[in-house]
């Protein structure tokens, strides 16, 4: 998973302990790789660097920051370029006149859009409780916006202090979107992970859920590189926003197909599915069997990662859950990723990530499982 090439960057960069550093051994790469879910977004505002800091903490193997752009081209870390709802900018007055509704992937959305202001201005913002209701808000207005630049900065010193190579998994949000509006991301993320010792060899995973993109980026990138491209699925009638625009009518379905799979395996290195489309649901609410997803893509040569697992109730399967109705359920979330583990999954995020650590791990029991 973590090459020497990335702990002798580390260890380059280590001012006052350079040689035990790179005695640091390297993870094993036939282990389950844990993804911190925009950080440990169960535990502190999202996308923030607070909570990228107690994901690496907390044992993840890679950050994920969803990256948007500004209206002066700089890459943020947002879960949509829609900001209402993860900053303050609606109780801020001087920025009242730019809610507005945009056409973003054939969708209409309302609200706050991060291209609609500079870097400096979102600066200005605080960072809110995406869902306040079941996580709370007590470190609402704690925490500023980051760009790419600032986390891959921070990844490096994490990984200084730490002793360990530290993924980074960027996801380019609404490519087709952004590009259409004079404002491309592909070009300018490639430049920034090269452009930094540390994520010129350490691991990358590019994320979308668009095709175009993923090609282009594989075919400036090559197979010998340290950046591997992950195409995400979504819901299985839906068809990626390039697909739309492009006049096409390939669906996440037929892409999710062995022959759609083996497609994707000519410009992609995995793919990322939600969940309940590896292992379903039944009747009575627990996890059924697994689907064959997992096995057609490893047998196209593709690695599977599953999106999300998140530790409050309302996200579990019915058969897991335990105590009040929005209540945190460390051991259900634990049982649940641990049937994904037995079903053959590669990797996956989480929101939080010290307890796939300890489903990954298996430090700690089992209670409550179905299987």
């Known amino acids: 998973m973590f090459g020497r090439a990335v702990m002798a960057v ?9 040689t035990a550093m790179a005695a640091v051994p390297a993870p094993s790469s036939a282990q389950v790789s844990v993804y911190a ?10 996308h923030t660097l607070a909570a990228y800091a107690q994901a690496i903490v907390d044992g993840a193997d890679y950050i994920e920051p969803d990256l948007v752009m500004t209206r002066d ?30 056409l973003i992937d054939g969708k209409r959305v309302e609200g706050w859009f991060s291209e609609d202001f500079t870097l400096a201005e979102l600066k200005t913002l605080r960072a809110r409780e995406r869902l306040p209701e079941l996580r709370g808000t007590a470190f609402d207005g704690e925490f500023r ?38 404002l491309p991301m592909e070009e300018r993320l490639l430049d920034a992970l090269r452009g930094n010792p540390y994520t010129h060899v350490a691991p990358i ?11 282009q980026l594989r075919a400036r990138i090559g197979r010998q590189s340290n950046i591997r491209l992950l195409q995400l699925l979504g819901e299985a009638q839906a068809m990626p926003a390039d ?30 599915v939600e969940r309940r489309a590896l ?31 998140r530790p409050e109730n309302p996200f579990l399967p019915p058969a897991l859950r335990q105590g009040a109705a929005n209540a945190r359920n460390p051991q259900g979330s634990v049982a649940e990723i641990r049937a994904y583990l037995q079903a053959g999954i590669d ?20 209670a409550g499982g179905d299987g």
Request: aromatic fraction near 6%; charged fraction near 20%.
């Open 243 to 272: 697909v739309v625009l492009a006049g096409g009518d390939l669906t996440y379905a037929r892409m999710a197909t062995p022959a759609g799979l083996r497609e994707v395996a000519g410009y992609a290195d995995a793919i990322g």
């Open 73 to 102: 081209g700089v890459m943020v870390a947002r879960h949509e370029n829609e900001i209402g709802g993860t900053t303050d900018v609606a109780a801020r007055p001087e920025f009242a006149a730019r809610r507005t509704t945009k």
């Open 145 to 182: 916006i980051a760009t790419l630049e600032e986390i891959i900065a921070f990844v490096v010193q994490q990984a200084r202090r730490s002793g360990r190579g530290i993924g980074l998994a960027p996801e380019i949000k609404h490519g087709s979107y952004f590009r259409g509006i004079g």
């Open 10 to 18: 580390v260890a380059g960069l280590c001012v006052a302990s350079s």
């Open 279 to 309: 292992l379903p649901l039944d009747a009575q609410g627990r996890l059924g069997a697994p689907t064959p997803l997992i096995a057609d893509a490893h047998a196209a040569g593709l690695q599977v990662v599953a999106y999300t697992f």
């Open 37 to 46: 879910h925009r950080g440990a977004s169960a535990l502190l505002p999202e």
């Open 347 to 366: 990797a996956f995020f989480t929101d939080d990530p010290a307890l796939g650590r300890r489903a990954v791990d298996g430090d700690a029991p089992v």
């Open 205 to 215: 995973l590019v994320q979308s859920f668009e095709t175009a993109n993923l090609r």
